[in-house]
DNA sequence: AATGAATGAGTGTTCATTCAT
DNA sequence: AATGAATGAACACTCATTCAT
């Protein structure tokens, strides 16, 4: 993001027209990053995506690397804000999560860490920490959750960082294209998902 | 990577070496593209990993699909075997599962589904198929397992082809790179989560 | 041919030089692919033709198969032009059919359905239909004059496609180095063979 | 061809199987390289042709200029014998030409100056003028043959060798798909060619 | 006599990137 | 601010040719 632009009011914009190319560029590649991974995403496909030239998505931003790193910041921002929003909201700690991967396995994309050991090669340093970082937050926002709830007994022990990794993990079963689309909707999926790692395997005498 | 060695000439090599190529080729590829997924995998690199030129690699595999393919099914066969010895083998189930996920873990590579969303495109409808259903067995071979632990009353009762699917993709943990590597071993993650899977979050009275 | 030109930078050049590349680069290929057929034309060389690189020819079309449609309609709306102005012209049929036969045999060329032949499996059938159809217009005006002709007593009844058809294949002659080039020169072979159309062989009492 | 084979009595052999794989080969060569021209013709399709494998077809013969230079001369060799045979022949002037039209226009094939063109970058000189020399004898033959008819006072007085390049040109038309395969029979064009070629344009009174 | 295995050079095509306007 | 025009590097794939067996 080049500069501080005037701030908008909340919620989706209405129509292409009315955005700054700028935050067009930004969502649209970010939507087309998500989905088809680093690679598979030309420049030339997000301005004709954008209804632009591809010279003036490079009038934007400095190169692809580029592009691709504010993208994931920008999408990890809203992850993180939207998971904050429900994890620190009212409500059972399960059917908390239940909500959150309810909302995180309806858009499949590509899997994170895949997408990061695509790009990588393409990316400095710097715009790698970056992301790593942005992603860090995330885990530690629920980790810090979890950590919470072992104390209050909520739910047992345990590293709560790995929680949240294999929590996150877990939700990847939205790419499964045989397990969903064939036999079950997300939601159902999500939620027995969720019990799954609630209850666990072992039964309960 | 400039050192020059002197390029073979053309002709029949004086049949020495250790492996054949078709093998040399498909496990090398096999290697790559589970690291680096479908696109990021020239055909130029391939070739250069088991020191041959590029149109040795056609020589023996028709096109990039096809060598993909038969390097997912080669992968997706052992993977079987490995997963089918280890789950049909002796000792308790928790206990089996937990060889299985560390086994996996072990060696990180792209998520499965990221790479077939990827390689979908170049893939004809058959060979597609083909890769479907090497995975599709070895989620048949653990939903028959968990079915039956379930039938026995090992585990709780839920869809077992879920549970499969659940429990590979707590697997790709593996790819966190901010995780592992840095903080934990494999050997003691691949555990913990198993224990996670076990017991479930909910305390037992 | 291998001075070497400083090859530009890219950007876009001081907007100076003579024709748009656009036409340079149909009338260069046009030649070329009339001299050399579809499969020996590369985009390489038509681009050193026009002294630019192959990614500009790419810029301006979108394939060898829609430059080659282009080209091909380019060259018969020209053909078609050149000759409807002279054969709807004043003078006698025959000067007239001299006139055509000596300027189509000028620029020697590769028979046209050898080209169509060999370049058709790279062409979509939509664009076969398009250069069938500007050919077939070119016979349609001969036809249509032979037709006339017939009509007024000019020439002798027949077929006045397979006419148009059978004058077009004589001028193949062209092609012949060794009749041309060697022994005669074009226009008077060309004086020759419409002399020959017009009498016929069977001697006159 | 590389030695004297032990002459095989005339007729078409039944069946490869039988054919020496020298002859195999050139035949099955001669066809492609006919229908397809020179560049189209890989030394891979000619062997899958032949249901050998290319390194066989370097066995017999040194690379495909070589092959090409032996098709087009063993090609040309049987158009001369099956021309003489029949110019020499009994009837009248007009129905034996008709009878060598009819043969030559019923296997369409690429027309000959173009796959000379194609081709002759990649002949030796030698190779060139020996395929030269094979049509220009062909074309001496008719030449000869009409030369005669002038004298006698069969056909009008004209350049024997133009008539004959004319006359070999006029039967491209078999090319021209728009016209055969739609609307006429072979057999009917050449028909009308030669009475056109025969009567010319001119009424006569 | 016949071939399996290898190569180098070339082709069509895509794409990130640059630059003058 | 926005873009049209250009490039170089890479890639998938083909093919004539070579050589040890």
Chains 1, 2, 3, 4 share one sequence.
């Not at 067009?24 to 991974?37: C, D, N, S, V």
């Not at 009038?59 to 920008?74: Q, R």
């Not at 995180?104 to 590509?110: L, P």
């Not at 942005?134 to 950590?147: D, K, P, T, V, Y």
Request: hydrophobic share 40%; glycine share 4%; aromatic share 6%.
């Amino acid at each position: 993001m080049k500069e501080e632009q005037p701030r908008r009011r909340p919620g989706r914009p209405k129509r292409s027209e009315t955005m700054q190319p700028n935050l067009l560029i930004l969502r649209t590649a970010a939507m087309l990053f998500m989905e088809h991974g680093f690679e598979k995403v030309s420049l030339e496909g997000v301005a004709k995506a954008c209804r632009i030239t591809k010279a003036s998505v490079y009038y934007y931003f400095d190169n692809k690397a580029k592009l691709f790193t504010e993208c994931l910041l920008f999408v990890l921002k809203i992850a993180y804000d939207q998971t904050a929003l429900i994890m620190r909201g009212p409500g059972m700690l399960k059917e908390r999560l239940l909500i959150v991967a309810e909302r995180h396995m309806n858009n499949a994309h590509v899997e994170f860490e895949t997408m990061m050991r695509e790009a990588a090669p393409g990316l400095s340093e710097e715009q790698i920490k970056q992301i790593r970082d942005g992603e860090a937050q995330l885990h530690i926002l629920l980790s810090e959750i979890f950590a919470q709830a072992m104390e209050e007994g909520v739910i047992t022990k345990s590293d709560p960082l790995l929680l949240s990794h294999t929590f996150t993990a877990m939700m990847t079963v939205r790419n499964h294209k045989q397990l969903l689309n064939d036999q079950k909707s997300v939601k159902q999926a999500s939620a027995e998902i969720v019990q799954l790692l609630w209850n666990g395997l072992q039964p309960r005498s």
